[in-house]
């Protein structure tokens, strides 16, 4: 167990609808990151946030948003479903000025 | 151009075997991270190793070893003793930080440790 939570464990929605995924990170980690996978992407890299503040940016489309909160929970919002965007999304995150990254079980989202 | 290339797709090996999975970057960057990751039958990732690209020392764990090379652009996985459970897919992936921070990952290479 890493450490970090992410829900739900499996999602099932229909085109053109939209979804919130939500992670918590381990105590004491600023960094949150997203990362997608699917069977024709592949994995990619999709958002970073440390302490709230928006760190980097990947390949993530103008249909997908996501914040960090105070509490450090962060939550990815994607709308407008397509087929496309059916794939397992992971969360990880980092303690300051660490390396290492600690992933979250992912959440297995299928776009009817 | 910036590319990960992971020329091995799948690898099989006998249990107690030695193996390597190669990685070959391209950038022209003069900082950057390089990762491995691995991803086991059950889905979950795992983070193995960070590097800088101003750090070519190598690093060993246990029976992981990485051997992280300028001059051909490589950051080589290795394990030795191979066991069962490190039957997974393994993920390069390099990092660019000037500027906008920019990820981009290899296509894994399938590694199967057979009994």
């Known amino acids: 167990d890493s450490g970090v939570t992410q829900t739900p464990k499996h999602l099932i929605t229909a085109t053109g609808q939209r979804v919130t995924l939500r992670c918590s990170p381990r105590?004491?980690?600023?960094?949150v990151y997203w990362y997608q996978q699917s069977l024709d992407q592949g994995l990619q890299f999709l958002i970073q946030?440390?302490?709230?503040?928006?760190?980097a940016k990947g390949n993530i489309l103008e249909r997908f948003s996501a914040q960090q909160f105070p509490d450090l929970h962060s939550e990815l919002n994607l709308s407008s479903l397509e087929l496309g965007d059916s794939a397992l999304y992971f969360c990880?995150?980092?303690?300051?000025?660490?390396?290492?990254?600690?992933f979250g079980p992912g959440t297995r989202l299928t776009v009817t | 151009a910036q590319k990960v290339t992971q020329a091995q797709t799948e690898i099989s090996v006998v249990e107690k075997e030695d193996v390597t999975l190669d990685c070959v970057y391209e950038?022209?960057?003069?900082?950057?991270?390089l990762f491995w990751y691995k991803q086991p039958p059950s889905g979950e990732l795992v983070f193995l190793i960070r590097?800088?690209?101003?750090?070519?020392q190598n690093e060993i764990s246990g029976r992981y070893s990485w051997n992280f090379q300028k001059s051909t652009s490589s950051f080589n996985f290795t394990i030795t003793a191979s066991q069962v459970v490190d039957s997974a897919v393994y993920f390069c992936?390099?990092?660019?930080?000037?500027?906008?921070?920019?990820?981009?990952f290899g296509t894994g290479t399938r590694l199967k440790v057979l009994a």
């Open positions: 105590s004491g980690d600023l960094s």
């Open positions: 990880a995150s980092s303690p300051p000025e660490q390396g290492e990254q600690y």
């Open positions: 946030y440390y302490n709230g503040e928006e760190r």
């Open positions: 590097r800088n690209s101003f750090d070519e």
């Open positions: 950038t022209r960057d003069t900082t950057y991270y």
């Open positions: 992936a390099l990092i660019l930080t000037s500027g906008t921070y920019k990820y981009i």
